[in-house]
């Protein structure tokens, strides 16, 4: 239907996680209009992302360095680890301001039907920061979902037997406040609707 530079685009957008292949017709059509510069400015930002960007040494978090910007900051607690599974779970507890310790991204949550098994995810380098010493407490903040859940008991079962001088605490469960329940995952909505109270 369209001239194959044209479809190329429409493709590669519609591949975008949230993308529908109308909403990729109109993001093309919307950098076929745009100038030369801002059209090419995005195409640049997405190569030196991919050229500059790569995980930190310590913690797997996003790094334009050797280190990520909360390793490399003394000021956090590094006796508090705080467990999530991709680098963009930082970003909304960075947000509340109520945690000031480290962290440790796992690279996705155990899902053996998916074949992603403990050796997939970096939950060995979790277990060696913690046995290192340091650590008082590890507060396992993966998703609320079947397969966070399941992560989150894995690491918690084997922090008890590895290093049983150190906490380990969960996230207390509860939809995000302020989102619909169309955002909220089907395993807190559930327990949101086990909990639910007469007002
Ligand atoms: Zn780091």
Do not use: W
């Not at 396992?140 to 049983?164: C, D, F, Y």
Request: charge should be negative; charged fraction near 30%; aromatic fraction near 4%.
């Amino acid at each position: 239907m369209y001239a194959p530079p044209v479809q190329r685009l429409v493709t590669e957008l519609g591949k975008l996680p949230g993308i529908g292949s109308r909403t990729a017709q109109r993001l093309t059509f919307h950098l076929l209009r745009a100038s030369d510069e801002e059209a090419l400015a995005l195409a640049e930002a997405i190569r030196e992302v991919k050229a500059k960007i790569g995980l930190c040494e310590v913690c797997s978090n996003l790094a334009d360095g050797p280190r990520c910007r909360i390793c490399e900051d003394t000021r956090r607690d590094a006796g508090l680890i705080c467990v999530v599974e991709e680098p963009g779970d930082v970003i909304p507890i960075e947000r509340t301001h109520e945690y000031r310790g480290r962290y440790h991204v796992l690279g996705g949550a155990l899902s053996p039907i998916d074949g992603v098994d403990p050796e997939d995810l970096r939950i060995t380098e979790l277990y060696a920061r913690v046995e290192a010493g340091e650590v008082r407490e590890v507060v396992l903040a993966t998703n609320p979902t079947t397969t966070g859940e399941a992560t989150a008991l894995h690491i918690a079962e084997a922090l008890r037997e590895r290093a049983p001088q150190v906490t380990v605490t969960r996230l207390a469960s509860g939809l995000p406040v302020g989102a619909d329940l169309e955002y909220a995952d089907e395993v807190t909505l559930g327990k949101a609707f086990v909990g639910r109270r007469a007002v």
